[in-house]
């Protein structure tokens, strides 16, 4: 029906997508000024920040990903994917580029309003409403779509995309346990694979993922890796040398850009921060309640829950977000170079270590959720649940129980993309933080 509407007032249309990329552009600039606003920014954060600001403030892709002026003939093919669960491996090993397509936008979702359920979760929402309209370059400039079926909601979202552009489902074991789950996701991989395959090289069909470009890929994409997980360790820093939100924003920014240049950047701002720590410099106050923010993911430029933590004086020490920590801290293990072998590390890697709550039994998170507890030093857990996302919000009541044997409070924080709630939140985190610097001046007297 919306589609329909598109097609059938398209200057009505036109002037309504410019309504909501101005919307987004101004909700963009708010969250980096936001961003930019603290005295003691690395100066390696400008990267990032420029990344972000082309997307989503002045509506240009990464020259890295599209050269100037658009994409041209024999220009690399472009594979949006929706989720952490899409092996990046194998589109660069077959010379193409991936970007991750996440919709953290308010002014998306409301567009994706018109086409879901009432109670869908914003995520969803937003990754419609920014693919019906093509709000930013992103979305238009990818020749298919991966969506993984890690819950219903998203199962149903690749349906309605396909109204708009090609989608390729990749069917997500739940229960990862079982040899018939992991054999399952094996094949669905090298089905994967052929379609990859297929698309960069339709005019001859002749096989374009060899064993070297593979090798290749993995360990370019193991760099990136490497240096994600420096970031990780340089967090566990007492005091912090970085705040949350300026690390989430950096991994965040390796959606929207080429592997090299993102690598090269984060090594550069590692190394900053290295630096920092070595001077005992500190981003914020020293007696700062570290929080572990846990739960759906915050995505760009929907970062309340990010901005009001750091605003009443906690730091983000850690998160468990599949768009900051999760998103590259695994590597592929790989114990022969044969490309068997490679497939099989890529498919384990992808499913093996994910912690996300789609799976059932899910005792690995809850594990996860206390190493990281015990290794960045958390005072406290903030449980951020996106409105009709059940499978976080199912998980809280687990995570509660084992946290509160360890005597670690944990705030449920629920919310959507509306700016509405913002005071509302403010108030119950600041009365959190509070609590949390109040504990933490006790414990340290006596």
């Not at 090298?190 to 090289?201: G, H, Q, V």
């Not at 990010?306 to 020490?317: D, K, P, S």
């Not at 093996?352 to 799976?359: D, K, R, T, Y």
Request: charged share 25%; aromatic share 8%; hydrophobic share 40%.
């Amino acid at each position: 029906m919306y589609r329909e509407s598109i097609e059938k007032e398209p200057e009505q249309s036109e002037r309504r997508k410019a309504r909501f990329v101005r919307g987004l552009a101004h909700s963009a600039q708010a969250a980096l000024t936001e961003l930019e606003s603290g005295s003691d920014l690395p100066q390696g954060m400008a990267y990032f920040i420029t990344i972000i600001k082309q997307l989503f403030v002045k509506g240009q892709l990464s020259p890295h990903v599209i050269p100037p002026g658009g994409k041209v003939a024999g220009h690399k093919k472009i594979i949006g994917t929706y989720c952490v669960m899409v092996p990046e491996e194998l589109i660069y090993a077959a010379g193409a580029i991936p970007v991750r397509l996440c919709g953290g936008s308010f002014e998306a979702s409301c567009l994706g309003d018109e086409c879901v359920p009432r109670d869908t979760c914003p995520v969803v929402k937003a990754s419609l409403g920014f693919t019906a309209l093509n709000l930013i370059p992103l979305y238009e400039a990818c020749d298919v779509v991966i969506t993984p079926t890690t819950c219903d909601a998203k199962r149903k979202m690749g349906e309605e995309l396909s109204k708009f552009t090609e989608v390729w489902m990749l069917e997500v074991p739940h229960v990862k346990e079982s040899e018939g789950a992991r054999r399952q996701w094996l094949e669905q991989i090298f089905t994967l694979k052929k379609n990859i395959e297929k698309l960069t090289s339709p005019r001859f069909g002749r096989k374009k993922i060899g064993h070297k470009a593979l090798d290749a890929a993995i360990k370019t994409v193991g760099r990136a890796q490497h240096q994600a997980r420096r970031l990780y360790e340089i967090r566990k820093s007492s005091p912090p040398v970085v705040l949350g939100r300026e690390a989430m924003l950096a991994v965040n920014a390796y959606s929207y850009d080429a592997v090299v240049q993102w690598t090269h950047a984060m090594t550069e701002l590692n190394d900053e921060l290295e630096t920092r720590r070595q001077k005992g410099m500190s981003a914020c106050r020293a007696d700062a309640p570290r929080v572990l923010l846990a739960g759906s993911p915050p995505i760009f430029p929907n970062w309340k829950i990010v901005f009001l933590l750091e605003e009443m004086g906690a730091v983000i020490a850690a998160d468990e977000s599949c768009m900051s920590t999760r998103y590259l801290y695994d590597p592929v293990g790989i114990t022969e170079r044969s490309m068997t072998d490679m497939m099989v590390g890529l498919a384990s890697r992808y499913l093996m270590p994910c912690v996300c709550p789609s799976f059932a039994p899910n005792e690995d998170r809850l594990i996860r959720l206390v190493q990281m507890v015990e290794e960045f030093h958390i005072d406290g857990i903030v449980y951020h649940v996106l409105k009709g996302c059940v499978n976080y919000d199912f998980e809280l009541i687990r995570v509660e129980n084992i946290m509160k044997e360890r005597n670690i409070p944990v705030l449920r924080v629920e919310t959507d993309y509306s700016p509405e709630d913002v005071e509302q939140i403010r108030t119950r985190v600041e009365a959190f933080t509070e609590m949390l610097r109040t504990k933490k001046r006790k414990m340290k007297r006596g």
